[in-house]
């Protein structure tokens, strides 16, 4: 009975939270907790109420290990992993994490770490060699190309994407790998750099149980190369299961577990729990959490005994269950030694293979003569071995007495620093870590790569992408072309009466209308590329503002041949006035602050169907503040303001003051001639000669200021960040 009370005593003071003695690196992090806001009904009225989306959760990750973090559905999976990843906007979050005893900010953490979506954002345009030779140049920075060509190589190869190098990624209307195949290439593509960190959500999602097995494989490798990986995963096969190495059960944002997946029965068994014959413990586990979540108990009692080892009450409806009979403490010290011993082994080849070459690329298992099989690295490998250093004397098991199976676990780590409760990550100098030896690691520059560098990077991939997709820009010459050739036949010859001017000002105007409608298929432009530049820039792969001037670059030749074939036909088969250079200047520059505009509207709307309504609601009052129905000088006050942002209204001025700044006749009224700049008068047209600079300097300072703006939402807005 003593003996009894005496390891009750002691489960109850256990916390599995913490690594255990041979712990040697990794992700550390203490009391994270994410509260929101939400609205509630209570007694018929609404009032907001906080919810932990995540409670106090105090874990860990060992480095050169799978950890999965699973759950029910809305356990808080994924929010966890926002959270470890720098995801969670900055003061929402509240808690520590460290990275090898050095603490962590959220953005150093993006800065040593990668995530994969659990979409396959990629240029479906883009081979498989393609798109990690572009991941090369922006993530490897000064490397020269022949070394880059040889990391691209190694990383298909270690991928197995070999037999599809250079197959297009593809998409819903263009063939290319299979789903598997993508994935991996999304797992490449941010890991082409070494990060010590891997944070991947869903990696399984949509594949099938060949194609998932074949994923987690390649991120096992990955793992056992030297790098800390942390994933979440629904309903993993039995195969699977064998390749993960750490668990991290979650349950209404709260820890229900944490351990080797092997350990999962020997915890069910101390509730007691039965495992049903031929049954999966964790499977299993999680039927237990979904009861109890569904009962008057709560997991709360679940979280209770995962932290201190009291027992949960059991359910009433919970049929009796006999625990199994525990192994004996003789069994347990002789499987404590076989750990010893293999994570001796296991450390000492390791650090063999490991030191000295790129983790992202290879895996000791290729390069020793140390052979594990899949059951053995799942059995022993739950913890990261000691560090060679403490390879020469056995760890001291600091509670003899503790209950068969109990973990033993030191506080040394967390000594030097006391949990905090600040608004985010404790944040050090941006370019260093600090670890707990108070030495510093420089952690290089945050961009790899030169401004320069990253524009001409950017622009050789637009040229590709649209080399590849020249629908969007063929269609849009084709329709200006044959509506060139339309006005051309429509409005030739005009009479020398008041018809024929209202003719050809109705020629002009459907010209700048024309021109704006035609960036109106650019809606999807940006839409379609958002995800890739979040992923992208997410990491400081390169900068927003470089992505920018890098767009406005590579489009500028596209919308100047637009403007010269529409401007060439019109203009001898009409035979305007006016130098014909400032004709063409003028519709290119009305070109451009269009499409500018239209690249903008793409940027805050969250889907194309918004962007094109977002875009004609502001073309027709563009239309109608334009001059054409109601000269400026007649618009009414209040709405004036309206005719001076019309991006309509400088192109509609200059291509009149192009035509009409001259002493011709253009027509006859009762006989009295009119001239071009009596027309302009009319309509209330500054006939200056500075005028026409100062129309096309405004069109230009649109264009600027779209793009601006358009900078100004991907540098701040456009972030997979939660709030």
């Known amino acids: 009975m003593a003996e009894a009370n005496g390891r009750r005593r002691v489960e109850t003071v256990i916390d599995i939270r913490k690594p255990p003695v041979s712990f040697s690196g990794g992700l550390v992090f203490e009391c994270l907790t994410y509260t929101v806001t939400k609205k509630a009904k209570v007694e018929g009225k609404w009032s907001n109420e906080e919810v932990d989306l995540l409670h106090d959760i105090t874990s860990y990750a060992p480095k050169g290990c799978i950890t999965a973090v699973m759950g029910p559905s809305g356990a808080g999976k994924s929010t966890l992993?926002?959270?470890?990843?720098?995801?969670?906007?900055?003061?929402?979050?509240?808690?520590?994490?460290?990275?090898?005893?050095?603490?962590?900010?959220?953005?150093?953490?993006?800065?040593?770490?990668?995530?994969?979506?659990?979409?396959?954002?990629?240029?479906?345009?883009?081979?498989?060699?393609?798109?990690?030779?572009?991941?090369?140049?922006?993530?490897?920075?000064?490397?020269?190309?022949?070394?880059?060509?040889l990391r691209v190589e190694n990383l298909i190869n270690q991928l197995g994407l070999t037999?599809?190098?250079?197959?297009?990624?593809?998409?819903?209307g263009t063939r290319g790998v299979s789903g598997g195949e993508r994935r991996r290439v999304s797992i490449g593509v941010d890991i082409i750099h070494g990060p010590s960190l891997l944070f991947l959500d869903e990696p399984t999602s949509g594949l099938d149980s060949t194609s998932a097995h074949s994923v987690i494989e390649k991120v096992h490798d990955i793992a056992r190369s030297g790098s800390t990986v942390i994933l979440t995963i629904h309903q993993p096969s039995s195969r699977i299961q064998l390749l993960l190495d750490h668990l991290i059960i979650l349950a209404r944002g709260q820890l229900m577990f944490?351990?080797?997946?092997?350990?999962?029965?020997?915890?069910?068994?101390?509730?007691?729990?039965?495992?049903?014959?031929?049954?999966?413990?964790?499977?299993?586990?999680?039927?237990?959490?979904?009861?109890?979540?569904?009962?008057?108990?709560?997991?709360?009692?679940?979280?209770?005994?995962?932290?201190?080892?009291?027992?949960?009450?059991?359910?009433?409806?919970?049929?009796?269950?006999?625990?199994?009979?525990?192994?004996?403490?003789a069994n347990f010290s002789h499987l404590s030694h076989r750990f010893e011993e293999k994570s001796l082994e296991f450390s000492q080849a390791s650090r063999r293979a490991v030191d000295g070459f790129d983790h992202s690329l290879r895996s000791p298992y290729n390069n020793t003569s140390m052979s594990w099989s899949t059951g053995n690295s799942a059995a022993f490998l739950k913890f990261t071995p000691a560090r060679l250093k403490n390879d020469h004397k056995p760890h001291n098991n600091t509670r003899k007495n503790a209950s068969p199976g109990y973990y033993t676990y030191s506080s040394e780590i967390f000594q030097a620093t006391p949990t905090p409760h600040?608004?985010?990550?404790?944040?050090?100098?941006?370019?260093?870590?600090?670890?707990?030896?108070?030495?510093?690691?420089?952690l290089g520059p945050k961009f790899q790569n030169s401004y320069i560098t990253e524009i001409w990077i950017l622009i050789r991939r637009n040229f590709i992408n649209i080399r590849r997709t020249p629908e969007l820009f063929l269609s849009r010459l084709m329709v200006l072309t044959f509506m060139g050739f339309m006005m051309a036949t429509m409005f030739h010859n005009p009479r020398k009466d008041l018809q024929g001017i209202t003719n050809r000002l109705s020629f002009f105007i459907f010209t700048v209308c024309l021109?704006?409608?035609?960036?109106?298929?650019?809606?999807?432009?940006?839409?379609?590329?958002?995800?890739?530049?979040?992923?992208?820039?997410?990491?400081?792969?390169?900068?927003?503002?470089?992505?920018?001037?890098?767009?406005?670059?590579?489009?500028?030749?596209?919308?100047?041949l637009q403007a010269a074939a529409y401007a060439g036909i019109v203009w001898f088969a009409l035979k305007l006035r006016g130098p014909f250079l400032y004709f063409l200047l003028v519709l290119?520059?009305?070109?451009?602050?269009?499409?500018?505009?239209?690249?903008?509207?793409?940027?805050?709307?969250?889907?194309?169907?918004?962007?094109?309504?977002?875009?004609?609601?502001?073309?027709?009052?563009?239309?109608?503040?334009?001059?054409?129905?109601?000269?400026?000088?007649?618009?009414?006050?209040?709405?004036?303001?309206?005719?001076?942002?019309?991006?309509?209204?400088?192109?509609?001025?200059?291509?009149?003051?192009n035509q009409y700044q001259v002493n011709d006749t253009f027509g006859y009224i009762d006989g009295v001639p009119i001239t071009g700049f009596q027309i302009l008068e009319s309509l209330h047209i500054k006939t200056d000669g500075s005028r026409k600079r100062t129309v096309v300097l405004i069109m230009f300072g649109w264009a600027v200021l779209y793009r601006i703006l358009f900078y100004l939402v991907l540098r701040f807005a456009s972030k997979n960040q939660r709030s």
């Open 81 to 149: 992993l926002d959270g470890l990843a720098g995801r969670i906007a900055s003061g929402s979050l509240k808690g520590k994490v460290s990275l090898d005893g050095a603490t962590m900010s959220a953005s150093l953490i993006k800065r040593t770490s990668a995530y994969i979506m659990q979409e396959d954002r990629l240029f479906p345009m883009l081979t498989v060699y393609e798109t990690f030779m572009f991941a090369a140049d922006f993530r490897l920075g000064p490397l020269s190309l022949a070394d880059k060509k």
């Open 163 to 172: 037999s599809s190098r250079n197959t297009y990624i593809g998409d819903e």
């Open 258 to 329: 944490q351990g080797s997946p092997q350990d999962v029965a020997l915890h069910l068994s101390r509730m007691p729990r039965k495992v049903p014959k031929g049954e999966n413990p964790i499977e299993s586990l999680i039927d237990v959490i979904q009861e109890y979540d569904q009962s008057e108990v709560g997991v709360e009692a679940l979280a209770e005994f995962a932290r201190t080892g009291v027992k949960p009450p059991p359910l009433s409806n919970q049929p009796h269950s006999v625990s199994p009979v525990a192994p004996s403490y």
């Open 422 to 442: 600040s608004s985010d990550y404790a944040v050090n100098e941006n370019d260093y870590l600090t670890p707990s030896n108070g030495t510093k690691e420089h």
């Open 515 to 560: 021109f704006f409608f035609s960036s109106n298929d650019a809606v999807p432009a940006f839409i379609q590329e958002r995800f890739i530049f979040i992923r992208e820039t997410s990491h400081n792969a390169y900068r927003a503002s470089t992505y920018t001037i890098a767009g406005i670059i590579t489009h500028m030749p596209f919308i100047l």
């Open 588 to 657: 290119f520059v009305s070109l451009l602050s269009t499409n500018s505009f239209v690249v903008f509207v793409s940027s805050v709307v969250p889907n194309y169907i918004l962007g094109y309504a977002m875009v004609i609601a502001f073309t027709a009052l563009f239309f109608l503040f334009c001059g054409y129905f109601l000269s400026g000088h007649d618009i009414p006050r209040y709405w004036r303001w309206m005719n001076t942002i019309s991006t309509m209204t400088y192109p509609y001025e200059g291509l009149l003051m």
